[in-house]
């Protein structure tokens, strides 16, 4: 038999064990559900107190957040779940992040350019389909000039003046956000990837700089666009103070957009071995940021939709209010590569459509034509 005393240990020491941590649970429980009632009131919590709600995650904990947070949707948006119709502009791409399919270093990659006119028959397919948002997206392409997109916009803005523009083409100076703004672009996202700095340097080539991203995102603010920010949800090298910082930021920043979703490995990035980012852990964060910021445009986005057959669905009820298929021609659409088994590579547009409104009507929740402006 084990001498419990001389070991330092009683065998009531065993029993306490075994009861203890419950007792202790149930403590944190309560003041972790104490922290996630503190951010529901509108107050700020510091990064330690991210840290602990955040690690301190339990399905239980995740219950009674995401009850919180779809309420707040519901109060502020009711059942309507906004569409994006998302055009893959280009995968030529200038830089060079360590996590990206389309970087510039990704040799396998085959490039390609979406012509202006090709960008209008999608947009114009999209409009068919009820679209009222289209958002281009593209990795920073030098030939598609500051000139070529004002165009762009123009063109979208006079052909479909009911229509939300929203672009995601990196980071770019002031003036040429200025311009982009006035030819009749509404919004800009333009993820930060990480609010720690040395986080960021660990996601990118030294030529790229963390300030001059925040820097971007300040500047589309003081333009007046509806402005998003977001970041992957486990990238290489992430820790709770990472996300902690994120939330911080993302209060100081006011966005009216945030488009989180799980990292998922590319096989030809150095990032091909990594792990991908949790399911669990991205609803969770789709929950804070809905207490976080009710009003929140909060996409469930295809990387959970890839990460697990409901993702999407999932991310609805756990707070976000947008989903944003895919309005790119289906031959280019394996193409834009960011992630491996990226899915709706394969769905024309009509298809992708009608089975996103089977998905949010079987959780209880509607598609709706409509531009889905921020109510701000
Ligand atoms: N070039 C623009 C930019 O930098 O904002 C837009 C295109 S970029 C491909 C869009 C987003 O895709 C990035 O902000 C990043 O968060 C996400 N992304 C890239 N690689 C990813 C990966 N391996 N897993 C999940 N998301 C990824
Ligand atoms: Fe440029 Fe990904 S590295 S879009």
Redesign the pocket.
Same mark, same amino acid.
């Given at each position: 038999m084990a001498d419990f005393t001389r070991a330092g240990l009683r065998p009531s020491d065993w029993w306490r064990e075994a009861v203890r941590p419950g007792a202790e649970q149930i403590e944190t429980i309560t003041e972790l559900k104490r922290l996630i009632d503190r951010l529901e009131a509108g107050e700020s919590l510091t990064e330690d107190e991210w840290v602990s709600l955040i690690e301190g995650r339990s399905p239980e904990l995740a219950d009674y957040l995401f009850e919180k947070a779809r309420c707040i949707r519901e109060r502020e948006y009711g059942k309507a779940v906004y569409v994006r119709g998302l055009i893959e502009c280009s995968n030529y #791409?200038k830089?060079d #992040?360590l996590? #990206?399919?389309?970087r510039r270093s990704n040799r396998n990659a085959s490039r390609y350019r979406l012509s202006r006119e090709e960008i209008l028959s999608c947009c114009e397919n999209g409009y068919q389909l009820g679209f009222r948002t289209f958002v281009l =997206?593209? %990795? @920073?392409d030098p030939a598609m000039t500051d000139d070529w997109v004002m165009e762009m916009v123009q063109a979208i803005r006079a052909g479909f003046p009911d229509c939300a523009i929203t672009l995601?083409?990196?980071?770019k100076k002031y003036d040429t956000l200025k311009r982009w703004k006035e030819a009749g672009a509404d919004r800009y996202?333009?993820?930060h @990837?990480t609010a720690d700095a040395c986080h960021y340097a660990s996601l990118h080539p030294a030529e790229m700089s963390f300030e001059h991203r925040m820097q971007c995102l300040r500047d589309l603010k003081a333009l007046g666009y509806q402005t998003g920010c %977001? &970041?992957?949800v486990g990238?290489p090298h992430q820790t709770t103070h990472c996300l902690a910082r994120d939330m911080r930021f993302i209060e100081e920043l006011d966005p009216e957009m945030v %488009?989180i979703? *799980? &990292?998922? *490995? =590319?096989h030809d /990035?150095p990032?091909g071995g990594e792990a $991908?980012?949790t399911l669990e852990e991205t609803l969770f964060l789709l929950g804070l940021l809905r207490l976080l910021k009710p009003k929140v445009l909060l996409p469930a /986005?295809t $990387?959970l939709g890839t990460i697990h057959p409901m993702g999407r669905e999932l991310g609805i009820l756990a707070g976000g209010n947008v989903v944003m298929p895919n309005l790119s021609p289906v031959g280019v659409r394996a193409k834009?590569m960011?992630?491996?088994n990226k899915i709706c590579t394969g769905d024309e547009a009509a298809e992708c459509v009608s089975c996103m409104k089977r998905r949010m009507e079987s959780i209880g929740y509607e598609v709706v034509v409509d531009r889905g402006d921020y109510k701000g």
């Open positions: #791409c830089n #992040c996590y #990206c399919g389309i =997206q593209g %990795g @920073e995601s083409l990196g980071e996202l333009l993820r @990837e %977001g &970041f992957m990238s %488009g979703g *799980p &990292f998922i *490995p =590319q /990035t990032f $991908a980012g /986005t $990387a834009y960011l992630y491996d």
